[in-house]
């Protein structure tokens, strides 16, 4: 059971590891965190079991006096959005984001929206002590398009289309469908919209947007010569983009390109997480930005984000953070943002791709137990740092004169991550093996 508290969330497989029980147990723990004082905002995403698991959170937190305000089936923007607006004292949403559909969870949110990575290890504490704190604390449901509607307006008040965009969106079948086509909308888009209906099963493309699941919506935006095509993940806190060509952005064009348009209102600190390409540095730099680098994670780059009153945020994993709108990451608000800048320029979004700086970057997913994948990592330091200048500041960062390599462990799956940038695709490919080979060691001495 330890395994399902992660490192800013918690997440397990439905039924194997996570029951209404459970849920219930992890509300109590929540609950008694938060001291069983004041109001907590809930939802769900589409995720098989998601109503139940959402009313024993309820439950569990009541259980300990706080009351809660429950707001439905909602993507995590929303969620995130309605936390500061019903002057709640915090939020949590049922949810496993980008996780596979078997895999259900629970996020933990501040009053501000973002993410609440302090929680986590308290709650884990109190959730195995089971030292609850006992109260009779109010549930109240509220219709799922008052937040939404409130959300909508709030936006499109921020953010202004300068002329019509003609935009494909994919969903996914996750919590953004129909939503998102609405605000699109009503911002003055032509929309088409694929994958739109929610479900558990995610039948469409799944909760990942990877690139090789965004075949059909470049497919989408060819057929209908739509200018550009944006996607989201499971609970809407990601954004995937396809150019006017069908073809993907990589996380790293997608912040170059809005970094240049944030810099020229407002010269100050980008933060950036350590996976994120040489490029992007290059381009806040160019644009007479300070590039910050900070550890992998939707809810540390928001504190990093706050920390050092940057203008922008963002993580390779397609998570970004505009904190002049909104100091959590959201892929709804930054695809619109996108659409806005497109829309106040006369070149195609592949013709602006062509003129960013380009590096040669790969990676590549290693199985790894998460009882042994910490282990495992901690033992790369040792030996990495005898030969190396590293940066630890999340797995082991290796800066060399040809390029640099990052290996990590997931926080939310049982996996070690290489990423790998060079100069040239020779360079990253020699170095690719070079480190594969050394991590493979370190996988096999911790398994005897």
Request: with cysteine; net charge neutral.
């Amino acid at each position: 059971m330890e395994n399902i508290f992660r490192a800013y969330d918690i997440r397990g497989i439905i039924d194997k590891e996570l029951t209404p029980q459970v849920i219930k147990k992890i509300g109590k723990a929540y609950g008694t965190f938060l001291g069983g004082k004041g109001t907590v905002v809930i939802a769900r995403d589409t995720r098989r079991d998601g109503e139940q698991f959402k009313k024993a959170l309820a439950e569990g937190i009541a259980s300990s006096g706080m009351d809660v305000i429950d707001i439905g089936m909602q993507c995590t923007p929303v969620l995130n959005f309605y936390c500061t607006v019903s002057n709640a004292n915090a939020g949590a949403q049922i949810t496993a984001s980008h996780n596979p559909p078997e895999y259900s969870g629970v996020r933990f949110r501040k009053k501000d929206g973002t993410g609440f990575p302090d929680a986590v290890p308290k709650v884990k504490e109190f959730f195995f002590n089971e030292n609850f704190l006992k109260g009779k604390g109010a549930i109240k449901k509220i219709n799922e398009t008052i937040p939404q509607e409130e959300y909508i307006k709030y936006v499109l008040d921020k953010i202004k289309i300068k002329k019509e965009i003609s935009v494909v969106l994919d969903p996914g079948n996750g919590a953004t469908s129909g939503f998102a086509k609405k605000i699109f909308e009503d911002a003055g888009c032509d929309v088409i919209v694929i994958n739109d209906e929610p479900s558990s099963k995610f039948p469409g493309r799944g909760p990942n947007p990877t690139p090789k699941m965004l075949f059909d919506l470049g497919q989408e935006v060819r057929i209908n010569n739509a200018d550009i095509g944006i996607a989201f993940d499971g609970d809407g806190d990601r954004v995937a983009v396809v150019d006017d060509e069908g073809e993907v952005l990589s996380a790293d064009e997608i912040g170059s390109f809005i970094i240049k348009e944030r810099l020229s209102h407002n010269k100050g600190n980008v933060v950036i997480n350590v996976e994120c390409s040489k490029a992007v540095e290059e381009v806040i730099e160019q644009n007479g930005g300070h590039a910050i680098y900070t550890r992998v994670g939707d809810a540390f780059l928001a504190e990093a984000v706050k920390k050092n009153n940057a203008v922008f945020g963002m993580e390779a994993s397609n998570h970004f953070t505009i904190p002049s709108i909104f100091p959590f990451d959201d892929g709804i608000l930054v695809g619109l943002y996108i659409v806005k800048i497109l829309s106040g320029m006369n070149n195609s979004l592949s013709e602006i791709k062509k003129t960013l700086p380009k590096y040669n970057k790969t990676s590549a997913k290693i199985k790894c137990n998460d009882e042994l994948k910490f282990k495992v990592i901690s033992n790369l330091k040792e030996r990495l740092k005898t030969k190396y200048k590293i940066i630890d500041i999340d797995g082991v960062r290796v800066n060399l004169g040809n390029g640099w390599v990052l290996i990590r462990a997931s926080n939310t799956t049982p996996f070690i991550r290489i990423t790998v940038e060079g100069k040239t695709k020779k360079e990253t490919e020699l170095l690719f093996d070079k480190f594969k080979a050394i991590l493979d060691e370190e996988i096999e001495k911790v398994k005897k």
